[in-house]
């Protein structure tokens, strides 16, 4: 499913957002509408084998992915913002069609660690495990796990979830080194914002932890400046857990990346 949310008026610029992995484009159902606010023009893609875009039953790997968003590309856009397994298909799309995109917003990019990646197929089995058996306690799971989010984020989240063609994303990432992160950080031409959580735990126990870790979270710092790798008090979906933190940090960058038109 492709979705846009724009303004009457002006257009300021034109953004692109890739949700996650186990995720679809009703994600930005809040993000969305805000950057509409501001003048973006916005849409949204799903990604292969999620959502309501049909796939043809191979492993949904990153060639697959990318292919199956650049069909569905609405023309240059000027911010490309991505979460997840988004922002690696984001990247990997910045690499390929270097006259694509201004700048690439990248929040909690999936770390290409052997041990990081067997971790994220252990999750994904177990929610879409949940998924197939009992939607109900998948919804319990999600608001019980996430209780700062929306109750539209769990809503879309647990129908996301259910969608996902399961095998098929599984076999994308047990497949041998699926990605590289950071070649794919190294070889960028425009500029990035890196959106994390944190990598240590909180001094009270309490708080999530990013899923980018080790030499790939140093390759990811290394190559922008220190403030455009911004590490936000959340969890992995930090648009779904701080929205507003998001928002304020995306749009910080694309006003200094984009300026805005003077009226």
Known sequence: MTTRWERPG?????????????????TWWWVGPALADQGWQVSTVDLPGHGDMPHDGRPLDLPTLVQGVAERLPGRVDVIAGHGLGAVVALALANRFVDLAQAVVLEEPLSSREEDRSALVEAV???????????????LQLRTNHPQWHPEDVSH??????????????????????????????????????LVAPDEPHPSGTGRLSTLRGLDRLAAERCVPAERFVVLPGGHHLHRDVPDRWLQAVTRFADEVCPPLEE
Request: aromatic share 2%.
């Open 125 to 139: 089995v177990a929610a879409t495990t949940v998924a197939r058996s009992d939607l109900e306690h998948l919804e």
């Open 10 to 26: 002006p257009v300021r610029g034109r953004m692109l957002l890739v949700h996650g992995e186990l995720s679809q484009s009703s």
């Open 157 to 194: 989240a647990t129908e996301a979830i259910a969608a996902t063609d399961a095998e098929q994303l599984l076999a994308g990432l047990r497949e041998p080194r699926p990605w590289d992160l950071p070649a794919l950080v190294g070889t960028l031409r425009v500029p990035a914002l890196f």
